[in-house]
T-cell receptor
Framework: GAVVSQHPSWVICKSGTSVKIECRSL??????MFWYRQFPKQSLMLMAT?????????EQGVEKDKFLINHASLTLSTLTVTSAHPEDSSFYIC???????????FGPGTRLLVL | RKEVEQDPGPFNVPEGATVAFNCTYS??????FFWYRQDCRKEPKLLMS???SGNEDGRFTAQLNRASQYISLLIRDSKLSDSATYLC??????????FGTGTKLQVIP
């Protein structure tokens, strides 16, 4: 199957710092990428959907100024958590989907711990 | 009512047993359905798509009942390696994808 990578896999940072997470589709062109967040023992919650070359669409309740998403190329999307706080600690997972395909392929996730 | 609902479990079954999970969805206009598997602290991986006519992949059978708005996953001859959380995923209009909270399966030796 298709491969999606995420970097970094683990981040521990101080409150107030910004953290950038990269999501790459390694062997296909991802016209659409999704960013999810998953708190312990809860389901994946979609944060935003981004199409290459256009602005991301954020889900209700997700602050677009706090979670900056850039999808500048068909193989790379980034999520920047600005001024992270302890309540932002979570498992952030991206997924990617090729044009006119239904299947989403997930990255391995990034665990963020804000102290 | 949640858009996608699953029994969180856990389902504790002995090796070799058959186990079934259901997932209900509220939007009758939902278009596509999937089962994903998520191991502890890992990303979800696609297990199988669910087709209207039902489909089988080895020990796994998925069924869709549009009239009652549910999908099911049947696992036969459970293996220890089947222990995971099984996520029901529903795709609706505007490409919106909604995940269920997952059903945890624990296969016991």
């Amino acid at each position: 199957g298709a491969v999606v990578s995420q970097h970094p896999s683990w981040v521990i940072c101080k409150s107030g710092t910004s953290v950038k997470i990269e999501c790459r589709s390694l062997d296909f062109q991802a016209t659409t990428m999704f960013w999810y967040r998953q708190f312990p023992k809860q389901s994946l919650m979609l944060m935003a959907t981004s199409n290459e070359g256009s602005k991301a669409t954020y889900e209700q309740g997700v602050e677009k100024d706090k979670f900056l998403i850039n999808h500048a190329s068909l193989t790379l999307s980034t999520l920047t958590v600005t001024s992270a706080h302890p309540e932002d600690s979570s498992f952030y997972i991206c997924s990617a989907r090729a044009k006119r395909k239904e299947t989403q392929y997930f990255g391995p996730g990034t665990r963020l711990l804000v102290l | 009512r949640k858009e996608v609902e699953q029994d969180p479990g856990p389902f504790n079954v002995p090796e070799g047993a058959t186990v079934a999970f259901n997932c209900t969805y509220s939007n009758s206009a939902s278009q596509s359905f999937f089962w994903y598997r998520q191991d502890c602290r890992k990303e979800p991986k696609l297990l199988m798509s669910v087709y209207s006519s039902g489909n089988e992949d080895g020990r796994f059978t998925a069924q869709l009942n549009r009239a009652s708005q549910y999908i099911s996953l049947l696992i036969r001859d459970s293996k220890l390696s089947d222990s995971a959380t099984y996520l029901c995923v529903v795709k609706g209009g505007y490409q919106k994808v909604t995940f269920g909270t997952g059903t945890k399966l624990q296969v016991i030796p």
